[in-house]
């Protein structure tokens, strides 16, 4: 059994551009989740995708947006990058109806 | 609004001593309370998790305390070890949105 996987381990950008994170989710897992972690801070809840479609969004702009696929990975696209997008954004799975998350290693984002 | 509140920021143990992480809550519709350790480089991985039908629950060296009149939850880590030296998180979650909410986290260092 494989643990949720994220890619690319880190990235730089500038700002205004765009960026597509990736992560595949646990074996089995069918909920994916997508937080954002500014240093020093706790996750923020970013959106969750189930059955391929938006299942609940924090408090983030239209700017980020995501995509799940028929075999649950998902990806995390932000648009007209900021400095302050400059965090670590992490990739969580768990299955539908249960509390327990499973978080990825995370995709370290500079914003220069 | 910080819905759930953690201290302290940081904290220091000699090895073999107790480390106690504090958090309050303000939703009452919080129903399930996981900790999460989390290593530089890595993404949270779940620790322990209490639901507030008991009021302490323990694996091993980890403890969480509950009080639901309170509004108020704690982790004792005993015997602390310097491999404990790490990131915890606590985090809170309403019933049917399987989206935690994460405390700021607090900074564990364990001296040998």
């Known amino acids: 059994e494989t643990g949720v996987t994220q890619s690319p381990t880190h990235l730089i950008k500038t700002r205004g551009q765009q960026v597509t994170l990736r992560c595949s989710s646990q074996?089995?897992?069918?909920?994916v989740s997508w937080y954002q972690q500014a240093l020093g801070q706790g996750p923020q809840f970013i959106f969750q995708?189930?059955?391929?479609?938006?299942?609940g969004r924090g408090n983030f702009p239209p700017r980020f947006s995501g995509l799940q696929f028929p075999n649950y990975s998902s990806e995390l696209n932000v648009n007209a990058l900021e400095l302050d997008d400059s965090a670590l954004y992490l990739c969580?799975?768990?299955?539908?109806?249960?509390?327990?998350?499973?978080f990825g290693p995370g995709t370290r984002l500079t914003v220069l | 609004q910080q819905q759930v509140k953690q201290s302290p920021q940081s904290l220091i143990v000699q090895k073999g001593g107790i480390s106690i992480i504090n958090c309050a809550y303000e939703?009452?519709?919080?129903?399930?309370f996981p900790w999460y350790q989390q290593f530089p480089g890595k993404g949270p991985a779940l620790l322990i998790a209490?639901?507030?039908?008991?009021s302490e629950k323990k694996e091993g060296r980890f403890t969480i305390s509950f009080n639901k009149s309170a509004k108020q939850f704690s982790l004792h880590i005993m015997d602390s070890q310097p491999g404990d030296s790490a990131t915890y998180f606590c985090a809170a979650s309403r019933g049917g949105s399987y989206i935690p909410t994460f405390g700021r986290g607090t900074s564990l260092i364990v001296h040998p």
């Open positions: 995708y189930y059955r391929e479609e938006e299942n």
């Open positions: 969580a799975s768990s299955l539908t109806g249960q509390d327990t998350q499973y």
């Open positions: 074996s089995g897992h069918n909920t």
């Open positions: 209490i639901r507030p039908d008991v």
């Open positions: 939703n009452t519709a919080f129903d399930y």
